[in-house]
């Protein structure tokens, strides 16, 4: 599927109050598969969204500690 499916983005920190950051990303996802595109699109969007939603609740509270 390397060829059919592309995933790609930028990932960035800014200021967000002393001593706090945000997390801004872009990022596309493209499948060139016909019939299950879209499918395969969405799928990939929402795995990646959940896996740095994930990351972030993990990296604050091993900063909380």
Do not use: P, Q
Request: glycine share 10%; charged share 25%.
């Amino acid at each position: 599927f390397g060829d059919k499916v592309n995933v790609h983005g930028t990932m960035r920190l800014v200021e967000h109050g002393a001593g706090h950051c945000r997390r801004l990303v872009d990022f596309e996802v493209e499948a060139k598969m016909f019939a299950v595109g879209k499918l395969i699109e969405g799928t990939a969007a929402e795995n990646t969204l959940d896996g740095w939603n994930k990351s972030a609740k993990w990296i604050n509270s091993y900063l909380a500690r």
